[in-house]
């Protein structure tokens, strides 16, 4: 794989992972709080819900999931290198800005800032490894993360905010898969293709 330096098959197991625990944590939390509706509440409304079930499996879904996300773009990082690397190291930042969301809830200081840095990080995060990926030909990824980024953009500009904010989570989740995935098939793809240049040979 173009600008791989180690196998990363692992660290994408990962994100895969983290996508799939933050999926479930989202959608049980909210289950769980009839007064929160997609499109109208902010996703970090959750983390302060009158339901304690709700709040609980919220918070600590963003603690784990963004411990998760740090090693995923850690070891994206260490085993790539140029634009997936760059790609690697905002995913570790976006991380370690949900680990705080968990932490730092709405109405409180410094949680409004944290939230934009996450959705900045995780932004760049996916438009970087999009251009490797389109650099590379590995156009199916590369259009992952065009619509992650293109579906979440309309929807905060031509329907609310809150609606955007929840498509962008739904996109990066997305996209997270689609990323972990093309890490973990990595090394087999690699191994096809040396095996074919060795046939032709």
């Known amino acids: 794989m173009n600008g791989e330096k180690r196998s990363a098959a692992g660290f994408g197991a990962i994100g895969v992972a983290a996508a799939f625990i933050f999926s479930i944590a989202w959608v049980v ?14 996703v970090s409304d959750l983390g302060v819900s009158d339901v304690s079930l709700t709040k609980d499996i919220f918070n600590y879904g963003c603690i784990l999931t963004g411990a998760l996300i740090m090693i995923y773009g ?9 634009a997936e690397c760059a790609s690697g190291i905002l995913l570790v930042f976006a991380g370690f800005m949900l680990i ?10 410094y949680h409004r800032a944290i939230s934009i840095l ?10 970087s490894a999009g251009y490797s990926d389109g650099k590379a030909g590995r ?3 590369a259009a992952a993360a065009a619509f992650a980024v293109s579906a979440a953009l309309m929807a905060l500009f031509g329907i609310s905010v809150q609606m955007g904010e929840s498509i962008a989570v739904i996109g990066a989740l997305a996209w997270i898969v689609c990323d972990g995935m093309k890490l973990i098939l990595s090394r087999k793809i690699e191994a096809s293709n040396k095996k074919t240049r060795k046939v032709e040979a």
Do not use: R
């Open 74 to 82: 850690a070891g994206k990082a260490y085993a790539y290198k140029n």
């Open 139 to 141: 156009m199916l990824n």
């Open 29 to 42: 939390s909210a289950t769980a709080d009839p007064s929160w509706v997609l499109g109208s509440s902010y």
């Open 100 to 109: 705080l969301i968990g932490l730092i809830h709405e109405g409180e200081p």
């Open 118 to 127: 996450f959705f900045i990080f995780i932004a760049f995060a996916i438009i």
